[in-house]
């Protein structure tokens, strides 16, 4: 007889996932229907019927160095199917929220980040670390009659605070993408293959959002990633430039010149392409909750931090227009506590995914997995 | 007691009803039955064999048959419907609808009409894979044996080209729907089933694919008295079928279609196996399944099939049919579960294992019952005097409708006794 195969379920991994939006797992019959209709599987190794049954079972080591998961764009097509309502598409959702845990340290650091009840905490800590910097110098809402937010924020303040926060949250995701890297590396048996070319086509890839074109049910979802990824990109370039006016050209913000300069070219579309896309986001929930549900707390928990980044960005550049000095810098200040919080939960938010599913891709590629 | 009191009525002709109906009778009840179609027997008509002893269907019919004519207690009334219900257990006052089938008793079957008549129409009696003309009968054993014709095509008077035909002046174009009153003690309803309409499969090309037939075609084709004469050739081009393959919970088992099993798709599908490869040796069959479900002593059969290394069982829902619009062959993708791959292969021709539905999940019988989301009756809602059989509470197979049927005979008959 063939040797025994122990299975020791990982019950608090099955705990986790039913928690972290996964509550449909059970209800999986393994048909197979979901891994039939999934466009972006691939066709060895296909997802996501087998991560089903290995969630089930609490198999967490299955998932150790496991790209499947992460190949996964969340299309929902095979929630859209599924004959059980098992949801496939949430589950790994979920499945993909305890990886980004397990991968990601401190881990009390991640514990705040995935727990719903400390929902209070993940705010408090970057408004009270904030505020605490802020408030050294004693007004917390300047005096002079024109509103500039260097006079509540000065520019140094702010770099000093978040250039660091951001190095932070990078090097953590990169240290757990290098270790799911290993790990992926160990769990398929590849050492070695062609770095530098699936890096450039994994990227080419991202960046035309080709896999999302494939997507059934939720075909928009094309869009709003598309919108919410380059509004990103082009507040990263604003961003740039405004602090290439300061530091090099030691201008003062806010900047004295039109709106047909770069950096405020790219601020507004960035802003405006931010808007629709977290619109859409939110809409393209809504239109698909009947079957697939409006999502998890890790989900909406990004979906609220970059929709206060968005909301709040604008209204404190209107009102600051406006002239309203009181509600202008408290919705700055709103603005300020939500990006040091997208920066510094980077690698233990849904936006980690990033990193993992980046290196997912890569890997596929790397591991010559992929068919040509 | 009354002979009304003392009749049970019978709605649909089918096995479960023509069995109920015999029972009662023999026990020295009267009995009516009332079928909405031409004829008597209902879905087992149409099989090529059935289980459990998968003979075909004249046994069995034939019996019953033959017990309806020798009894002088059972009335019938074919293309008939229930109207109205009225009254209370012993004294029920039924309305039933007589639609005209044009042809009366001194039809002798000589297919002279049929014959003659120009007008063609889809085939129903096998599922559209042929036509029939408008002046027609179903099959070779059909009861009663009279031609009929149908209203919904039947030109009349401005054609009666059969009416020329006819040398027994058996069809008369003047009849019309009537009313018929009834006064009963207890009513049966086995109304039967449909099948799922397949054409709600997006996934599966129900209806779109001319080479993917549902498992009631399949009995069609390997049928002696189907479309072709029993041959099993596929639809597009009448080639022999020499590799097949089943997709099993076709609708059954899933919450956007049919959240039930419907208890019989995988014995069909075991059974129509063994019909191609008892036709063609070297044919190869491929059964897609979620799980093989086998009721009872089935899986003996089960196990049976499963020996003939031509028969392959796939776990794994099939989800995505494509034609190859060159060859008319059927493409199938599906993750073979144990193989942990998605593969996508070619057959001849596929078998949709269709779902069974109640037909009462489209029409409601007229008088206050409840419904289950699916449309099966819910016993305990029917008033006392009134009972369901077989796959109008749960789809079941034909035996288990038949042993439900004599149970309801006797109660049918405590009922009318009771109301004395």
């Not at chain 2, 009840?29 to 209902?42: A, M, Q, Y």
């Amino acid at each position: 007889m063939a040797e025994a195969t122990v299975i020791k379920p990982d019950l608090d991994f099955v705990k986790g996932v039913i928690e972290g939006g996964g509550d449909s797992l059970k209800k999986c019959y393994q048909c197979a229907t979901c891994t039939v209709v999934c466009n972006v599987t691939p066709e060895d190794h296909p997802f996501p019927r087998k991560e089903m049954v290995w969630a089930q079972w609490g198999l967490k080591e299955k998932f150790a160095g496991n790209p499947d998961v992460w190949l996964c764009h969340q299309c929902n097509d095979c929630t859209a199917h599924c004959p059980r309502g098992a949801k496939p598409g949430e589950v790994l959702g979920a499945i993909r929220k305890q990886t980004i845990k397990q991968y990601s340290s401190p881990s009390f650091l991640a514990n705040l980040v995935s727990s719903k009840g400390l929902v209070w905490l993940v705010f408090l800590i970057p408004a009270l670390l904030l505020g605490a910097i802020l408030s050294v110098d004693g007004t917390f809402i300047p005096n002079e009659e024109e509103i500039k937010f260097s006079y509540f924020a000065p520019t140094l303040t702010i770099q000093a605070v978040f250039v660091p926060a951001l190095t932070f949250g990078l090097l953590v995701g990169v240290l757990g993408l290098m270790k799911f890297w290993a790990d992926m590396k160990k769990a398929a048996g590849v050492t070695s293959g062609d770095l530098g070319g699936s890096i450039s086509a994994t990227a080419k890839e991202i960046l035309s959002h080709v896999k999302f074109k494939s997507c059934g049910v939720s075909a928009d979802r094309f869009t709003s990633h598309f919108l919410v990824f380059y509004s990103f990109v082009m507040l990263g370039i604003a961003t740039a430039l405004g602090v290439l006016y300061i530091d090099i050209m030691h201008m003062e913000s806010p900047f004295r010149f039109g709106y047909g300069t770069p950096v405020k070219i790219f601020g507004l579309i960035g802003a405006i392409g931010l808007l629709a896309g977290v619109f859409l986001m939110i809409s393209n929930r809504f239109k698909n909750a009947e079957k697939v549900g409006i999502g998890s707390y890790f989900d909406w928990l990004l979906i609220t931090i970059v929709g206060v980044i968005m909301a709040s960005g604008i209204l404190s550049w209107v009102m600051r227009v406006a002239g309203i000095a009181g509600v202008a810098y408290t919705v700055y200040f709103i603005h300020l506590v939500f990006v040091l919080s997208l920066f510094l939960y980077l690698p233990y938010s849904k936006l980690a995914h990033m990193f993992y599913r980046s290196a997912a891709i890569c890997f596929l590629k790397y591991s010559g997995r992929e068919k040509k | 007691m009354s002979e009304q009191q003392k009749t049970v009525l019978v709605v649909g002709g089918g096995f479960s009803g023509l069995t109920a109906a015999v029972e009662t009778a023999e026990a020295g009840f009267n009995v009516v039955i009332i079928e909405k179609t031409p004829f008597l027997g209902g879905r087992v008509t149409q099989l090529n064999k059935y289980f459990p002893k998968l003979c075909p269907p004249n046994c069995g019919l034939e019996i019953n048959f033959k017990r309806i004519k020798n009894s002088g207690d059972i009335s019938f009334y074919t293309l008939a419907e229930v109207e109205k219900i009225s009254g209370q257990e012993g004294n029920y006052d039924v309305t039933i609808k007589q639609n005209p089938r044009f042809v009366n008793d001194k039809c002798v079957g000589c297919n002279a009409c049929n014959e003659a008549c120009p007008v063609e129409m889809p085939n129903e009696f096998n599922f559209g894979l042929d036509k029939t003309k408008a002046a027609y009968i179903t099959h070779n054993q059909a009861f009663p044996f009279k031609y009929v014709l149908d209203s919904k095509n039947c030109k009349g008077k401005s054609c009666a080209k059969c009416v020329e035909a006819c040398k027994y002046d058996a069809i008369n174009l003047d009849m019309k729907p009537e009313a018929v009153n009834l006064k009963v003690g207890a009513i049966v309803f086995a109304t039967g089933w449909d099948l799922y309409d397949v054409t709600k499969l997006d996934l599966l090309g129900g209806g779109k694919i001319k080479n993917v037939i549902t498992n009631m075609q399949m009995e069609r084709l390997a049928s002696p008295n189907g479309p072709t004469s029993g041959k099993i050739l596929r639809p597009s081009d009448n080639k022999e079928v020499n590799n097949i393959a089943f997709v099993q919970c076709a609708g059954s088992r899933d919450e956007n279609h049919l959240p039930y099993c419907s208890y019989i798709c995988c014995m069909a599908s075991l059974k129509q196996a063994t019909y191609l490869r008892e036709q063609y040796p070297d044919s190869k069959v491929q059964i897609f399944y979620i799980d093989i479900r086998t009721p009872g002593r089935y899986e003996q059969f089960y196990w049976k099939v499963k020996e003939d290394p031509n028969v392959t069982l796939t776990k794994g829902k099939v989800a995505k049919v494509e034609e190859d619009p060159a060859t008319g062959d059927v493409l199938l993708t599906v993750e073979d579960v144990l193989l942990g791959k998605k593969i996508t292969a070619k057959f001849d021709m596929v078998v949709l294992a269709a779902g069974m539905v109640p037909s009462t999940r489209t029409s409601k019988i007229p008088t206050d019952i409840s419904y289950t989301n699916d449309g099966f009756v819910v016993p305990a809602s029917l008033k006392k005097g009134m009972f369901a059989v077989g796959t109008l509470k749960s789809p079941v197979d034909v035996s288990r409708s038949v042993q439900d049927a004599t149970g309801v005979a006797i109660k049918s008959i405590q009922s009318v006794r009771r109301s004395i």
